[in-house]
């Protein structure tokens, strides 16, 4: 064998090598979508068909009745924490990341270990101070709570990117008259553009697929996200796996929406996500 | 990618910190400037504060809230009321003689150690397998985060389905190919069905470790392989000898993180085996949802979630001093 | 990149700004026509259930204008919880439907008025055991939703024949039939046993008729009957994915699907078998549950469901919740819900006409139902506790777990726990 043989054949090899560990990361993902096109009775059977069999869109109909509304409140969820997470994380990596407070290491500290706070330990307490301040079963309630996994990972990632502003674009602003909000508004935040997306990202993707708060601050009558609702048809229909993946399906397209538009985001913020800071 | 160096950056900067700390605007004095200094800094407070306010309210009261829950005693008719009798010690000695507790907290511990490990390998060895140049990589490489993408709870509905005991996918391929004679029962046996669980954690977990991972390789200087080429070291050897030592640090983070997430794991268990069969795939969280919502006894569950808490804490040092480079830079610009 | 970040803003903004328009007219849409709103839930799901409900809304809301009943369905595994859950937060819906064992836990959170308080509120000519099911501290706080219910067992005729058996009697008879009865393509028989209030209701008529009692469980009786349930997993004669399963609409859906020979459920089920094609006589059979030896009397647990009015919303809404729960007690719709629900009505004076007009399906179940014992009637709160014990050691035992033996020491010793509190 020459060495451009080898070296081809080397190539080969990790191509397979590759698309094989792709159909068994993707198969999953494969499977839900051919099931959601099964009819009931062919999935209750006891064998499984790797390709359609005798395909149907009934399940689609059945979710498309039944899960809407969920879907729609998963959207807002999904939208009302990514706007939580800006509003409140923007300024704050700003000013941990540009002006020099004291407080500054105690901060950050404190948002470190914050991320590492487990869901259940804040959804226990919450249940009880939401019923106390009459926040269950709402909007705001999930909202703000959905924004425990976005807003300390937000704030660092942002002060980690404003770090590489360059101090002379501040200060050409504060020289130019602009007071404090209008350097940060007008200039900062403009230039932080793909760090603010990034975050928005995120903190939609975390609103949009939290379960654990739905389950613990709804009860699920007012206001139930997809995952709640999947969750809740399971219980109540767990023979009916063709609409169970049909809206399985709908619950992964946003995922999929945002890998498509906005992967270098959610590669940047994944990564990110282990220096944060 | 901005973020990807990063990874690989812990603590690289902390020079170039410590030198634009000078160049800072607020560390000027003079007269004129000592007005707007004081002017900045009440400024930055006000930018501060949404995010001060915000982690009093979701972090500090529900972590004070649940040391005070877990010395309560605590009833369904309790539930509606803000406090409950003085417990004593008894939720904790509960924590310590409960049978179901015990076994929790030991798949806790099972469920995690096997997860990094299971994550770490794959994630690793894919992470060597994209950084070599073939055809396809580009896609290849986006597409695996896609586990990572898809919500926790749904994971666990879509590996209920593939582990199903008749007409499941798993169980139909084992027939298939004669590895199995009848179909497994993986979620209604008590070891199969915590591997099962397992699973489907290293699955949705692979992205994450392959991404820092996969970055880090990235980060090693072309320079460094092609010296350890020349010294003719093998493959196994540079592995060992030059890659893992370069990336250290990205392990370190790597792995530090991926216990936080797992040591948490809550929703697939729930939508997978909700605990089952008789409560033998209960994990610390789930468990203590169950105490607290299921049978509202949040006593217990608050001291369950204080084990957790210390649990995942235990990191928290490492973290703080794996991040010390970034915290010391507390003002100006970095890179 | 740029275009892109930019058209990932404007799409965001847009679904923002979409999602509110959206929440912001269904505000708007939902206020427009109806004075007031009610709120229910209840567990039910078979296509009578579900039918006889909303018929009975629809007559509701003509005979009330203005008025709108919303019905919501969550499922039975989860119910209790929910039913807790809602209370503690004081956000149950305005009529609240309970299983019968758990009405006393309903009574206790306090979230629950007192039927006497309305006017118009009787409780004569009820069956006792079944007025009886919401009486606390002397007041009534619950009333049927459709009368009373048992459990038999159901075969499939044409299974039977294949595999030459005739229906069991007994249990010896049970395990060899499901045995005959399993092939490649069905089970002998369908448990349920999710971890759940249906698996104790399911498995008490085996320790009842065999002597034993939820009181007792490290004794003789129970150990055979939980040998039972799980002689029939460890041959194969019944799948193990009953652990997931709950009675309706798991269990018998693997019956309706032609996964199970046998199964043991109730009436409720006609409407769907019907629905589903399948006839008393034609496809399927019924039979008292088999006793262990020939001449133990069947005890089968008394099933049905109550609806109460929650102290939410307004005194004009509880009085219309009232009023809603009442319309369901005048002997014709009693006797309307009795037959689409598949209940046997809960006054004798109904039953009494319902057990004339019933058809030949309801022969075992007529007579099951009138002498079946209730579940909670002298426990109360204890009951849900106890049956939560008594629930996971048949899931321990067909797990794995546990042996039988231990599994049921395990919950004795449980229940004596609590018992004594």
Redesign the interface.
Same mark, same amino acid.
């Given at each position: 064998m020459t060495h451009l043989q080898r070296s081809r054949a080397?190539?080969?090899l990790?191509?397979l =090598?590759?698309?094989a560990?792709?159909v068994v990361?993707?198969?999953?993902?494969y499977?839900?979508v051919v /099931?959601s096109f099964e009819t009931t009775?062919t999935?209750?059977?006891? $064998?499984?068909y790797?390709v359609p069999h005798g395909a149907t869109l009934a399940n689609y109909q059945v979710v498309l009745q039944a899960q809407a509304g969920h879907l729609?409140t998963s959207?807002?969820v999904g939208?009302g924490t990514?706007?939580l997470a800006l509003?409140? !994380?923007v300024?704050?990596g700003?000013?941990?990341a540009?002006?020099?407070?004291r !407080?500054?290491?105690v901060?950050?500290? !404190?948002?470190?270990?914050?991320?590492?706070?487990?869901?259940?330990?804040?959804?226990?307490?919450?249940?009880?101070?939401f019923?106390?301040i009459h926040l269950?079963?709402s909007y705001p309630g999930l909202i703000?709570?959905d @924004? %425990?996994y976005a807003?300390?990972f937000a704030?660092l990632?942002l002060r980690?990117?404003f770090?590489?502003?360059?101090?002379e674009v501040?200060?050409a602003a504060?020289v130019d008259g602009a007071t404090?909000?209008q350097t940060?508004s007008r200039i900062v935040v403009p230039l932080g553009?793909?760090a603010v997306?990034?975050v928005?990202v995120f903190a939609?993707?975390n609103g949009?697929?939290?379960?654990?708060f739905a389950?613990?601050v709804l009860? @699920?009558?007012t206001v139930e996200p997809i $995952?709640l609702a999947?969750? %809740?048809y399971? @219980?109540?229909?767990?023979?009916d796996?063709g609409a169970?993946?049909a809206s399985?399906v709908f /619950?992964?397209v946003p995922? /999929?929406v945002?890998?498509v538009?906005?992967?270098?985001y959610?590669?940047? @913020?994944? $990564?990110? =996500?282990?220096?944060? =800071? | 990618m901005a973020g990807v160096r990063a990874a690989a950056g812990v603590g690289a900067d902390a020079a170039i910190a410590r030198q634009n700390d000078e160049l800072a605007p607020g560390a000027r004095t003079g007269r004129g400037r000592l007005a707007a200094g004081r002017r900045r800094q009440v400024a930055g407070w006000l930018f501060l504060a949404p995010a001060i306010l915000y982690l009093l309210f979701a972090f500090a009261l529900p972590i004070a809230y649940n040391v005070m829950l877990s010395f309560e005693q605590s009833s369904p008719e309790t539930i509606a009321s803000f406090t409950a009798p003085f417990a004593g010690l008894a939720n904790y000695r509960f924590i310590l003689t409960d049978p179901t507790t015990q076994s929790a907290i030991i798949h806790t511990f099972e469920f995690t150690a096997g997860s990094l490990i299971g994550q770490f390998i794959i994630g690793f060895a894919l992470a060597l397998l994209f950084s070599l140049r073939f055809p396809g990589r580009t896609i290849g490489r986006s597409l695996i985060i896609v586990p990572w993408l898809v919500p926790l709870l749904v994971t666990g509905v879509i590996f209920k389905f593939l582990f199903q005991l008749e007409g499941g996918a798993v169980n139909q391929i084992l027939l298939d190919i004669g590895l199995a004679q009848h179909p497994i029962d993986w979620l209604e046996t008590p070891q199969l069905g915590l591997l099962t669980i397992l699973i489907a954690n290293i699955w949705l977990g692979v992205p994450f470790f392959f991404l820092l991972l996969y970055s880090g390789l990235q980060d090693i200087p072309i320079e460094v392989k092609e010296a350890a080429v020349m010294d003719g070291a093998g493959p196994w050897q540079r592995l060992r000898l030059v890659v893992v030592p370069i990336i250290l640090p990205v392990i370190e983070v790597t792995v530090l993180l991926g216990f936080v997430f797992t040591v948490k794991v809550f929703d697939l268990v729930v939508a997978l085996t909700d605990g089952g069969p008789a409560n033998a795939t209960q994990l610390i969280t789930t468990w203590s949802y169950n105490l607290s919502f299921q049978q509202f006894i949040f006593g217990e569950g608050a001291a369950l979630n204080n084990v957790l808490l210390v649990l995942a804490l235990i990191c928290a040092p490492v973290y703080l001093w794996l991040s010390r480079d970034s915290l010391r830079r507390s003002t100006g610009a970095g890179r | 990149m740029n275009l892109l970040e930019k058209r990932l803003n404007r799409g965001l903004a847009a679904l923002a700004a979409a999602s509110v328009a959206i929440v912001g007219l269904s505000q708007v849409s939902a206020s427009a026509a109806t004075s007031m709103t009610l709120t229910e839930i209840d567990y039910f799901s078979t296509v009578g259930q579900l039918k006889a409900l909303s018929t009975y809304v629809k007559q509701f809301e003509a005979a009330n204008p203005g008025v709108k009943v919303v019905l919501s369905h969550s499922p039975f595994g989860t119910y209790d919880t929910k039913l807790l859950t809602d209370a503690s937060a004081h956000d149950l819906p305005n009529i609240v439907m309970s299983d019968n064992p758990f009405v006393p836990d309903m009574i206790a959170t306090g979230e629950i008025l007192p039927l006497s308080n309305f006017k118009g509120f009787s409780a004569k000519g009820y069956f006792k055991g079944i007025i009886d099911e919401g009486l606390f501290n002397g007041k009534y706080y619950a009333l049927p939703v459709a009368g009373s219910n048992s459990i038999a067992l159901f075969y499939n005729i044409a299974m039977l024949k294949a595999a030459h058996v005739s229906p069991p009697r007994t249990w010896a008879q049970m395990v060899t039939d499901a045995k005959k009865l399993t092939t490649k393509s069905h089970y002998g028989i369908a448990l349920t046993a999710e971890p759940a209030e249906d698996t104790t209701w399911q498995w008490e008529p085996f320790l009842w008729s065999n002597g034993g009692s939820l009181a007792n469980l490290s004794s003789r009786p129970a150990e055979q009957a939980l040998n039972l349930w799980v002689s029939f997993i460890k041959d194969g004669s019944a799948s193990k994915a009953c652990l997931n399963w709950s009675q309706s609409p798991d269990a018998i859906d693997q019956f309706i699907h032609g996964k199970a020979a046998m199964e043991v459920n109730g009436p409720w089920n006609f409407s769907n078998l019907n629905a589903a094609g399948w006839y008393y006589g034609k496809q399927f059979g019924i039979v008292p549950i088999p006793v262990r030896v020939p001449g133990q009397k069947v005890v089968a647990p008394l099933g049905g469901e109550d609806y109460m009015v929650s102290n939410s919303g307004t005194k004009a809404q509880q009085e219309m919740a009232f009023k809603f729960i009442q319309g369901l007690q005048k002997p014709s719709q009693e006797l309307y819900m009795a037959k689409v629900f598949g209940y046997m009505p809960p006054k004798p004076s109904v039953a009494k006409t319902f057990i004339r007009e019933a058809g030949p399906e309801w022969k075992v179940f007529v007579n099951e139902t009138l002498n079946a014992i209730p579940r909670a009637n002298v426990l109360g709160v204890k009951y849900a506790k106890m049956s939560e014990a008594t629930w996971t050691a048949i899931d321990s035992a067909i797990a794995g777990t546990a042996s039988v033996k231990s599994a049921l020491n395990t919950a004795a010793s449980q229940i004596k726990t609590i018992l004594k509190g």
């Open positions: 080397l190539r080969l990790c191509t =090598g590759a698309v560990s792709l990361v993707l198969f999953p993902v499977a839900v /099931a009775l999935l209750l059977g006891n $064998t499984y790797f729609l959207l807002i939208v990514a706007v509003v409140v !994380a300024p704050a700003y000013a941990l540009k002006y020099p407070l !407080a500054t290491v901060l950050v500290s !404190a948002l470190l270990v914050a991320q590492i706070v487990p869901s259940i330990v804040i959804a226990t307490s919450l249940f009880k101070v019923h106390w269950l079963n703000l709570a @924004g %425990t807003i300390p704030i990632v980690a990117f770090f590489s502003l360059p101090n501040m200060q504060r404090e909000w940060f553009r793909s997306i990034t928005m939609f993707l949009w697929g939290d379960f654990i389950l613990t009860n @699920g009558t $995952t999947i969750y %809740t399971l @219980g109540n229909f767990s023979q796996w169970v993946m399985v /619950a992964i995922a /999929a945002m890998l538009v906005a992967q270098r959610i590669a940047s @913020g994944l $990564t990110a =996500g282990s220096v944060v =800071g | - | -």
